[in-house]
């Protein structure tokens, strides 16, 4: 009898401390890959507003079927609700009669191990949060496939970049693209007018890279241009995306250098200037390639 109430009582213990177990657990969060792929996404791009958190949650359920496969605004709100109550992300209201941007705190970007900085999106000039809405549009529009092709954002760029006192540093595009075959694209958005000037250095750095920036260092941009006409940068095309009048500005550019005789025809071939708002219908493609064509015929 004494074994028996023995026994009784110890399995009384067991299911208490079952139930204290069961009730401390309840409620935790918990980390599913999903929010590894968002969160992660999020913090290599700086954040993302609702409408494209949607698109990018889509895109993991539907692991690369339609290019836009979006989730209800409703279930994109639950996943935010969820990351803030984990202390994962932020979310903010920037704009007024715009969806909501979110963004990973410090824990969220410790817990996805990335190694930067915290950002408020919040503080963010209204200017470069249009420039990162761009990006991240045409990052989800382009889609990257880990197997086949590598986004490599800004941030990533930037990341560990110092500066030498008194030096110059190339000119960094918005980001590159990685494709499996070993080329690398350059990927600039202009939303905004640059002095000529301004923009055809960008072209020039980006057309022929470190030795460019070498010369115009020690002998100005004039020599520079003539002495490094051997010279090629790392990437293989560079894509600019901008509106309807900057792409005349861009164009204007790109052609005026060829007719100095700064760059070659060959060299200007590898600067694409393409639409944004993005070219998304098969009859916009073919009007955007046709629009960059003819803008190439330089005599």
Not at 9 to 36: L, Y
Not at 51 to 67: E, I, N, P, S, T
Not at 150 to 163: A, D, M, V
């Amino acid at each position: 009898m004494a074994g028996e109430d023995g026994a009784s009582e110890k399995r009384k213990h067991d299911h208490a401390n079952t139930s204290r177990k069961r009730r401390s657990d309840a409620g935790a969060i918990k980390f599913q890959k999903r929010d590894e792929y968002a969160l992660t996404w999020m913090g290599l791009q700086y954040g993302i507003r609702l409408d494209h958190l949607q698109w990018l949650l889509g895109r993991f359920q539907g692991k690369g079927a339609a290019r836009r496969n979006w989730v209800s605004e409703s279930s994109a709100r639950d996943v935010v609700r969820r990351w803030e109550l984990g202390k994962w992300a932020r979310h903010g209201s920037i704009r007024a009669h715009e969806p909501f941007w979110v963004w990973p705190t410090r824990v969220g970007l410790r817990k996805i191990g990335l190694p930067f900085s915290y950002r408020d999106l919040a503080a963010t000039g209204l200017d470069d949060l249009s420039h990162l809405y761009a990006m991240n549009e045409i990052r989800l529009f382009l889609g990257d496939d880990e197997e086949a092709t590598q986004w490599i954002s800004e941030r990533q760029l930037l990341h560990g970049l110092i500066r030498p006192k008194g030096k110059d540093l190339l000119h960094r595009p918005d980001a590159e693209i990685h494709w499996a075959d070993g080329q690398i694209f350059a990927v600039e958005v202009e939303l905004s007018l640059k002095k000529p000037s301004s923009l055809a250095e960008n072209l020039m750095e980006l057309l022929r890279g470190e030795e460019y920036l070498r010369l115009k260092t020690a002998y100005g941009w004039q020599v520079a241009r003539a002495m490094s006409r051997r010279s090629r940068s790392r990437y293989d095309e560079i894509w600019y995306f901008a509106p309807r009048t900057l792409r005349k500005h861009l164009q204007r550019e790109r052609a005026r250098l060829v007719e100095q005789g700064d760059v070659t025809e060959q060299e200007a071939k590898r600067l694409f200037i393409r639409w944004y708002p993005l070219a998304e219908t098969d009859e916009e493609v073919r009007q955007e390639e046709q629009e960059d064509d003819e803008t190439l015929c330089f005599r």
